[in-house]
């Protein structure tokens, strides 16, 4: 949820700084449908029906499908922010393949953000709570936005990377131009005759 903040900073400051957001259509992704297939993959792995019945196998799907995405990021590294992301996204799969394919979540997170120091969902989750056993800890969810915001939930430091990048990246697409309209607008140059 921390990523809709980041797109809505982005987009807002981008806009600020005299981008357009009509110069996002002009971003060129390599393997988008790469990416694209590895959030819907997890978005339905999370969804209740799926999560209810997905069993031991959810973790492995969550690996794979977090595999594609950081597969299509490191493909695009040459974009503004895609380092920033990418690094935040490897610390997220260093805390989720060192705790058996989920991540580490802070108990005292949990309680500010719902009053309970523990995980709120029934079902496949890809979240553990952080104990003694936990590997890197400190990559978990450890972070929380306050309940009395929308969308609030706990987030990692790889979230934050992962928002600062994506922030950076919309600002940057939307200031970027293929050439300016005073260019455009000049007539193409002749060569004179002798």
Do not use: C
């Amino acid at each position: 949820m921390l990523l809709l903040y980041a797109i809505a900073i982005g987009l807002l400051v981008g806009r600020l700084a005299g981008g357009r957001v009509r110069n996002l259509e002009r971003v060129q992704l390599a393997w988008w449908g790469l990416a694209l297939g590895g959030l819907v993959v997890q978005l339905v792995l999370f969804a209740p029906p799926v999560a209810d019945r997905i069993g031991a196998a959810g973790p492995a799907i969550y690996v794979i499908s977090t595999l594609a995405v950081l597969a299509a990021l490191m493909r695009n590294l040459e974009q503004p922010g895609f380092t920033l992301i990418a690094i935040g996204a490897v610390a997220n799969l260093i805390a989720i393949l060192a705790n058996g394919g989920a991540m580490p979540s802070d108990p005292s997170a949990w309680l500010a953000l719902t009053g309970k120091a523990e995980l709120p969902v029934s079902g496949f989750s890809n979240s553990v709570l952080i104990g003694p056993q936990t590997n890197f800890p400190f990559l978990g969810d450890v972070f929380v936005l306050p309940r009395s915001w929308p969308l609030a939930n706990v987030f990692s430091i790889g979230d934050v990377l992962i928002g600062i990048g994506a922030a950076w990246f919309l600002i940057r697409a939307m200031r970027e131009t293929t050439g300016s309209r005073v260019h455009d607008q000049l007539p193409a140059p002749t060569t004179a005759s002798r």
